[in-house]
C-alpha cells in the first residue's frame, strides 16, 4: 500500500522566515499529489495540487510546492512566513487515476507555529 | 465548495453505545470518505464508498461499518464505542481530481 512520509512534525519558525515542509510518497506509479492546511478549529482546505506538466506548482497564500519524481518528494515552500500561516499542513496522495476508488492518502502533518 | 454536512458536530457517549455519524452531501458526488484524525497520525481512512452500496474498507476500519443506501448520504456507525475511538472524524466526497471535506464531528467517548 502507498504511503506517505512527513518527516517534520512540529516546526517553529519567526516571521519572515522560509518555510521548507517535506513530503515522501512511496507509490511508484503515476501519482497526484496535495498539499492541505487546516487552521485551528477548522476543516481541511486545499492549498495546492500537482497533477502534470510543470513539476513548481503555485498555490494560494504564496505557497508553492515542487514535484521531485526522482526523490518520490513533494514539498511544500513559502518564501516568508506569515503569524496567520500557523496550522497544520498535510501532504496526500491520490493514485494516477484514481483507480476504482479514488482514495487520497495523508501523512501525519506539520504543525507550523510562527512567532510574532 | 459541495455541500457536506456532517451530524452530529458534537457527541459524548458512553463505552459500549452505538453510534452513529451522518455524512449528507448536495454535489452527487459518487465518492464518499470517512477519515479519522488524531494528533500525530493524520488523517486515516476508515472507510470509503464509490457508489450505492458499494463500500470498502480503509486502514482502520476495525469497529467501524458504513453505508450508503442512497447517493447524497454516507453512515459511519461504531457498533459498540470504546475511548480509542475518541477523535474527530470527516467526511469527505470527489468526482474526479477534486476533493471537499466537510467541518468534522468531534466524537467522545468516556
Known amino acids: 500500500a502507498q504511503s506517505v512520509s512527513q518527516h517534520n512534525h512540529h516546526v517553529i519558525l519567526s516571521e519572515a522566515a522560509s518555510l521548507e515542509l517535506g513530503c515522501n510518497y512511496s507509490y511508484g506509479g503515476t501519482v497526484n499529489l496535495f498539499w492541505y492546511v487546516q487552521y485551528p478549529g477548522q476543516h481541511l482546505q486545499l492549498l495546492l495540487k500537482y497533477f502534470s506538466g510543470d513539476p513548481l506548482v503555485k498555490g494560494i497564500k504564496g505557497f508553492e510546492a515542487e514535484f521531485i519524481k526522482s526523490k518520490f518528494s513533494f514539498n511544500l515552500r513559502k518564501p516568508s512566513v506569515q503569524w496567520s500561516d500557523t496550522a497544520e499542513y498535510f501532504c496526500a496522495v491520490r493514485e494516477g487515476y484514481g483507480g476504482a476508488t479514488n482514495k487520497l492518502i495523508f501523512g501525519t502533518g506539520t504543525l507550523l507555529a510562527v512567532q510574532p | 465548495d459541495a455541500g457536506i454536512t456532517q451530524s452530529p458536530r458534537h457527541k459524548v457517549t458512553e463505552t459500549g453505545t452505538p453510534v452513529t455519524l451522518r455524512c449528507h452531501q448536495t454535489?452527487?458526488?459518487?465518492?464518499m470518505y470517512w477519515y479519522r484524525q488524531d494528533p500525530g497520525h493524520g488523517l486515516r481512512l476508515i472507510h470509503y464508498?464509490?457508489?450505492?452500496?458499494?463500500?470498502d474498507k480503509g486502514e482502520v476500519s476495525d469497529g467501524y461499518s458504513v453505508s450508503r443506501s442512497k447517493t447524497e448520504d454516507f453512515l459511519l456507525t461504531l457498533e459498540s464505542a470504546t475511548s480509542s475511538q475518541t477523535s474527530v472524524y470527516f467526511c469527505?466526497?470527489?468526482?474526479?481530481?477534486?476533493?471537499?471535506f466537510g467541518s468534522g464531528t468531534r466524537l467522545t467517548v468516556v
Open positions: 464508498s464509490y457508489g450505492v452500496k458499494d463500500t
Open positions: 469527505a466526497t470527489s468526482r474526479g481530481l477534486g476533493y471537499t
Open positions: 454535489e452527487n458526488h459518487r465518492y
